[in-house]
Antibody
């Protein structure tokens, strides 16, 4: 069965960076795009970025331009999201989410999600 | 960017009743690229409906989606105790945007 397992909670100081991992299993990693979505406390879900797990191409929301880096390690079936220059407003649960359809490199619905990683930014 | 507005903010109903949740877009959603998710506290969202009206794998048929253009509806017939949660709509025709959610609570 498809599973996305994320790394554990992080506490960071303002200005620092955080890197969250998402290990996929139960399907061929390179045939699906992997997206990252965050949810600040009490807020709506917010799309962050995605990666084509096959060729490594990425796209991110303009809101995170210059601060977010998405990578993947195909040998480990793992995607990574690194967010830099952290500020208090970045405190949120970060989810990885798999696109509904294989080879869908547009904007998709998401049928599998990781369990979420809480990133807390506090001095 | 398309803005999604969900209503009502909170819906109080009893098990066995039917629920109607609304999602309105600020612009037309292309090709009915509209999805609905259920989220329970401390959990990731769960895909219920995609393409405005297609049920995701394993979703009971008491969940149904309808609508097009700017107005979409999630209908839950005969509420079960496990249906009480927060529901989000998402458009994915142009970028990815979520609504602010509707909390479905037990009356």
């Amino acid at each position: 069965q498809v599973q996305l397992v994320q790394s554990g909670a992080e506490v960071k100081k303002p200005g620092a960076s955080v890197k969250v991992s998402c290990k996929a299993s139960g399907y061929t990693f390179t045939t699906y795009a992997m997206h990252w979505v965050r949810q600040a406390p009490g807020q709506r879900l917010e799309w962050v970025a995605w990666i084509n797990a096959d060729n490594g191409n990425t796209k991110n929301s303009q809101k995170f331009q210059g601060r977010v880096t998405i990578t993947r390690d195909t040998s480990a079936s793992t995607a990574y999201m690194e967010l830099s220059s952290l500020r208090s407003e970045d405190t949120a649960v970060y989810f990885c989410a798999r696109a509904l359809r294989a080879y869908d490199y547009t904007n998709p619905a998401f049928n599998y999600w990781g369990q979420g990683t809480l990133v807390t930014v506090s001095s | 960017e398309i803005v999604l507005t969900q209503s009502p903010g909170t819906l109080s109903l009893s098990p066995g009743e039917g629920a109607t949740l609304s999602c309105r877009a600020s612009q037309s959603v292309s090709s009915s690229y509209l999805a609905w998710y259920q989220q329970k506290p401390g959990q990731a969202p769960r895909l219920l409906i995609y393409g405005a009206s297609s049920r995701a794998t394993g979703i009971p048929d008491r969940f149904s989606g309808s609508g097009s253009g700017t107005d979409f509806t999630l209908t839950i017939s005969r509420l079960e105790p496990e249906d009480f949660a927060v529901y989000y709509c998402q458009q994915y025709g142009s970028s990815v945007v979520f609504g602010q959610g509707t909390k479905l609570e037990i009356k």
